[in-house]
């Protein structure tokens, strides 16, 4: 997958995120385990979206928790095993990825990658996407990385990731305070303008970042045989 690709889905799914409401607003971890459930049609056990997801049981019994609250998903006991949960996706959970998937591919602009794809296309990259972990800081560093020169605007960064500036802001704090980001005073464009761009140590973290994304694969849709 290519880095374009991937932060055009973040972004849109970011935007699509923020409209929907609080109770039934999912992380993007949530949405990739519907898309999973859906590609695969069949259902997978907890230890199995642990696995693919690079989690742990607990976090993943929170995630998969919400999904069977908001009736995304059933939930049941092992055959075997009563403590490993199998999961399948409902029929609720069905309208719901494809709402999303059409959703983030609406929010796609002309011009932008993806832009032109299918909302079941949609599902197949975010079920490969789901298996790198990317929490809001990375994506600041991966949009600076990606910028042409090197450096972004706070207004900059969350116009590109479509998060809300108080989550950049924090983020932006946070990446500063582990010395992978400068931030510098830009007085050629307001004394309150603050730039932000990579330390030698944020470019070697977003250069394995991409590299962990370059290698993800994104299925076809299996051909149906006449």
């Given at each position: 997958?290519?880095?374009?690709?991937?932060?055009?889905?973040r972004?849109?799914?970011?935007?699509?995120?923020?409209?929907?409401?609080?109770?039934?607003?999912?992380t993007?971890?949530e949405?990739?385990?519907?898309?999973?459930?859906n590609?695969r049609?069949?259902?997978?056990?907890?230890?199995e979206?642990?696995e693919?997801q690079?989690?742990?049981r607990?976090t993943?019994?929170?995630r998969?928790?919400h999904?069977?609250?908001l009736?995304?998903?059933?939930?049941?006991?092992g055959?075997?095993?009563?403590?490993?949960?199998?999961?399948?996706?409902?029929?609720?959970?069905?309208?719901a990825?494809f709402?999303?998937?059409?959703?983030?591919c609406?929010?796609?602009?002309?011009?932008?990658?993806?832009?032109?794809?299918?909302a079941?296309?949609?599902c197949?990259y975010?079920?490969?996407?789901?298996?790198?972990?990317c929490r809001?800081g990375?994506l600041?560093?991966?949009?600076l990385?990606?910028?042409?020169?090197?450096?972004?605007?706070?207004?900059e960064?969350?116009?590109?990731?479509?998060?809300?500036?108080?989550?950049?802001s924090?983020?932006i704090?946070?990446?500063?305070?582990?010395?992978?980001?400068?931030r510098?005073?830009?007085?050629a464009?307001?004394?309150?303008?603050?730039?932000?761009?990579?330390?030698e140590?944020?470019k070697?973290?977003a250069?394995?970042?991409?590299?962990?994304?370059s290698?993800?694969?994104?299925?076809?849709?299996?051909r149906?045989?006449?």
């Amino acid at each position: 997958m290519e880095l374009r690709e991937y932060m055009s889905i973040r972004r849109s799914y970011n935007l699509v995120r923020r409209s929907v409401p609080a109770n039934r607003r999912l992380t993007f971890e949530e949405f990739a385990i519907l898309c999973r459930l859906n590609v695969r049609n069949l259902s997978i056990k907890t230890s199995e979206i642990a696995e693919y997801q690079g989690a742990l049981r607990p976090t993943i019994t929170h995630r998969t928790s919400h999904l069977a609250k908001l009736g995304y998903i059933n939930r049941k006991e092992g055959s075997d095993d009563r403590r490993n949960v199998v999961c399948e996706l409902s029929e609720r959970g069905r309208t719901a990825v494809f709402d999303l998937a059409r959703l983030t591919c609406a929010r796609i602009a002309p011009g932008q990658a993806l832009s032109r794809t299918s909302a079941e296309r949609i599902c197949m990259y975010v079920d490969a996407m789901g298996s790198v972990f990317c929490r809001a800081g990375d994506l600041v560093l991966l949009c600076l990385q990606d910028a042409p020169k090197g450096t972004l605007t706070v207004n900059e960064l969350v116009e590109e990731l479509g998060l809300l500036q108080p989550t950049v802001s924090m983020s932006i704090t946070s990446l500063a305070g582990e010395g992978l980001i400068q931030r510098l005073r830009n007085h050629a464009l307001s004394r309150r303008t603050t730039t932000v761009t990579l330390t030698e140590e944020g470019k070697k973290e977003a250069r394995a970042l991409r590299q962990q994304i370059s290698r993800l694969v994104v299925k076809r849709k299996a051909r149906v045989s006449v």
